[in-house]
């Protein structure tokens, strides 16, 4: 079994989140007391709140860097971000580094492929709704992307860094993200992207009629994939 490096941190809540999906689906697949070789690092959130105050995006690279290769010293066979809007830095961390890093939007393609959606919705901070890092991996594969309106991304970006980052989940806030759900349903979405790792705790599939993507879940199942593979 291959070890799993994972930075997370960012925030803690959804961290926790892949050390138990990734335990849980090595355990289900090898049976036994069969659990995940793997090595957490994590990140102080108040200091990529910090660079990002500063407009220091060269600031949360180095830590990632850093990150990444304290991950590698200690034994790491592959690095997971554990957060959506860090991948923004992927590509450039992918040819610094000496071990696979799995990306969580290649991984997010692919259960959307699987289920023939060829239309979106994506949810998560304001830097992943709306740069390029996401839709551009989408379009490529032919599948359009649809994000909510300027206010609705201003109001989910609030709610992800003043309440879930901070273990914070509030029926208000979900009821405010489901009628967003709605609304990207309305305008032609199949389905819709949970693109940051805390939504998955707030808004669950039971609450939509279309399918809901856990990047969280789907994440940590492709380093599992990984960790198992030959």
């Known amino acids: 079994m291959k070890t799993i490096g ?21 355990n289900k697949r090898l049976g036994g007391h069969n659990f995940a070789r793997c090595i957490l690092f994590s990140i102080n ?12 995006m060269d600031g949360i690279y180095a830590l990632l860097l850093d990150a ?8 790491a066979d592959c690095i997971l971000l554990c957060a959506n809007t860090l991948h923004m830095f992927a590509d ?43 839709k551009s991996k989408f379009s490529d594969s032919g599948i359009e992307v649809i994000v909510p309106r300027s206010e609705e991304r201003g109001l989910i970006h609030k709610i992800i860094i003043e309440e879930l980052i901070k273990d914070i989940f509030t029926k208000e806030s979900r009821e405010q993200f489901i009628n967003i759900i709605q609304t ?18 707030l808004v669950k599939q039971e609450d939509s009629d279309i399918p809901l993507f856990d990047t969280t879940l789907i994440h940590s199942l ?5 960790a198992l593979s030959t």
């Open 222 to 226: 492709a380093a599992v994939d990984f």
């Open 45 to 56: 959130h108040g200091d990529i709140i910090d660079f990002i105050n500063k407009k220091d």
């Open 92 to 134: 450039k961390l992918e040819t610094q580094i000496s071990v696979p890093l799995i990306h969580i939007v290649d991984a997010t393609t692919k259960e959307i492929k699987k289920q023939h959606i060829s239309k979106i919705g994506l949810l998560g901070t304001k830097a992943t709704m709306e740069q390029d890092f996401y």
């Open 68 to 75: 990444s290769s304290k991950l590698f010293v200690a034994g």
């Open 6 to 26: 994972l930075i997370g941190g960012t925030g803690w809540v959804s961290s926790i989140e892949y050390y138990r999906f990734i335990n849980k689906e090595i």
């Open 184 to 201: 990207l349903k309305s305008k032609g979405a199949k389905g819709i992207v949970l693109g940051c790792t805390e939504i998955p705790l």
